[in-house]
């Protein structure tokens, strides 16, 4: 078991994936691999806006000018914009929509980015069901499996998904077909040591090589970290605070670790409580909150009152009690985990 530092200190280590030249129209929202340089000039000439529509006057087949322009005012220069091979952008820089502008306006066609990972999301469990699907007596709906698909599409990635039973052969002949035709794969439920906890058990058969087991965070504390040849896998908890946490703070910082971001981890700020919060002194602590911005500082308001599934609903960060630390006092500072 290892420390929330440490499993991060191993999901900012991993390699990206390889970079690829991709069309500017496709490029939105990835990450820049390399620097890049102008290939034109931005005026290709000098030109002239001539005289401001303000200053003139058209009466009849005239144009009365009441204000001079006199030589070399209101000209747009060669290269006065953007000059050829000029830096322009920088490795690491997340695409937006007028980074793509900036590019075309510099004759580029195409940018060098780390591509989009490729992930499946399987969701273990004989009691599981398709959203949607009636909920008979011992069932649940696979709501760990709609929060993740969810959390990558905010990415731009379009998960595959998959329900599978507990049963050891069925989860090794399915994780064997889908590890082949991935980057990533999350798992959700069957990491604890129940019989039916059969996840990593099948992972193991399929050749998994442990990065890490057993994170020192509540909840969250089953996740594991692994791969099989080059496909990264994430098995995370089932119980839905400890399968949320675990993917906010591991799974998707190993998924933006692949798509090329530098700082992969979600924004952390410091925040004031607003009542005493508890933690255990060998494990780091999440409590979902509610933060707000209040006379020139940050107030989280913890939700630990609120059943499971609406404070995962409501909060907008994890406020973090730290190892080490058994109290933090209303009124004072702690950090906090935002989501994006």
Not at 29 to 41: F, Q, R
Not at 55 to 68: E, N, Y
Not at 239 to 268: D, E, Q, T, Y
Request: net charge neutral; aromatic share 6%; glycine share 10%.
């Amino acid at each position: 078991m290892i420390s929330l530092t440490e499993a991060h200190a191993y999901i900012s280590g991993l390699e990206s994936l390889q970079p690829v030249d991709v069309p500017l129209q496709k490029a939105l929202g990835l990450i820049c691999a390399t620097d890049v340089y102008a290939a034109h000039n931005c005026p290709t000439v000098d030109s002239s806006s001539v005289l401001a529509s303000e200053f003139a006057q058209v009466a009849g087949g005239l144009v009365i000018i009441s204000a001079d322009s006199r030589p070399g005012l209101n000209i747009l220069f060669k290269g006065s914009d953007i000059a050829q091979d000029q830096r322009i952008l920088t490795k690491g820089v997340l695409l937006g929509p007028a980074h793509l502008g900036l590019l075309a306006a510099a004759g580029l066609k195409e940018v060098t980015c780390y591509p989009l990972p490729r992930v499946a999301v399987a969701a273990t469990g004989s009691e599981l069901v398709w959203p949607g699907d009636p909920l008979t007596e011992g069932k649940v709906a696979a709501s760990n499996m709609v929060i993740a698909t969810a959390e990558l599409q905010n990415l731009g990635i379009p998960a595959s998904t998959v329900l599978l039973r507990d049963n050891l052969h069925n989860l090794q002949d399915h994780f064997r077909r889908i590890i082949k035709q991935v980057d990533v794969l999350i798992t959700c439920g069957g990491v604890l040591d129940g019989d039916k906890d059969l996840t990593l058990r099948a992972m193991e058969q399929v050749g998994m090589e442990k990065i890490f087991h057993r994170v020192r965070i509540g909840p969250g504390k089953g996740a594991c970290m692994g791969r099989v040849g080059k496909t990264l896998v994430f098995n995370l908890p089932g119980g839905p605070p400890s399968n949320h946490v675990a993917l906010f703070l591991l799974a998707m910082s190993g998924v933006r670790r692949l798509m090329g971001f530098i700082n992969c981890l979600p924004p952390k700020r410091h925040v004031f409580v607003t009542e005493d919060l508890t933690g255990q002194i060998d494990w780091t602590q999440l409590v979902y909150g509610k933060v707000k911005y209040a006379n020139g500082s940050l107030y989280a308001v913890p939700l630990s009152n609120m059943k499971r599934l609406e404070s995962m609903a409501t909060a907008n960060a994890l406020i973090e009690i730290p190892e080490g630390c058994t109290t933090i006092h209303e009124g004072s500072l702690a950090e906090a985990w935002f989501f994006q």
